[in-house]
């Protein structure tokens, strides 16, 4: 795993899925619905405006290799995804993924439901246990190509 910018005290390194050339992706401790994600940019970059042509053609590769995952893991298989790039606390260039889900999900023995599918998502404020971070990242690992 390569130095993470973005986490420069390592408080989050539970999530960490994999690197590409230019970006990072990540399980995020915040699970705003079941499996939300983070793609980092590898170097220092805040707007999308300054990215290279070079970083903005792989993203695309990477959402499609997250989102294949995803829809490969029996128990999770999301109706649609969201993407959010904010940047208001991390000055760290990163979108985050969102798995929306029209239905509920059962996961670790909890109920996952996402209140605001087909709206803009509830914005969770408190971080996930490590287990369940280590568990949804274990299960994208394992389908991530």
Do not use: C
């Not at 969102?98 to 996952?112: A, G, S, T, V």
């Amino acid at each position: 795993m390569q130095h993470r910018i973005w986490d420069p005290e390592n408080k989050y390194p539970g999530g960490y899925l994999k690197s590409y050339n230019f970006w990072t992706t990540e399980i995020s401790y915040r699970q705003h619905t079941l499996g939300s994600f983070i793609i980092f940019a590898n170097r220092s970059v805040e707007k999308i405006s300054d990215l290279t042509k070079d970083e903005i053609e792989e993203l695309p590769h990477v959402m499609k290799a997250i989102e294949e995952a995803f829809a490969s893991i029996s128990n999770l298989q999301p109706d649609r995804f969201n993407y959010l790039q904010l940047g208001n606390a991390v000055h760290h260039l990163h979108i985050h993924g969102i798995p929306r889900y029209e239905k509920k999900r059962l996961f670790l023995d909890k109920k996952w439901i996402d209140m605001t599918y087909g709206n803009v998502p509830v914005w969770a404020t408190a971080n996930e246990s490590q287990e369940t971070v280590s568990k949804i990242r274990d299960l994208v690992l394992e389908k991530l190509l």
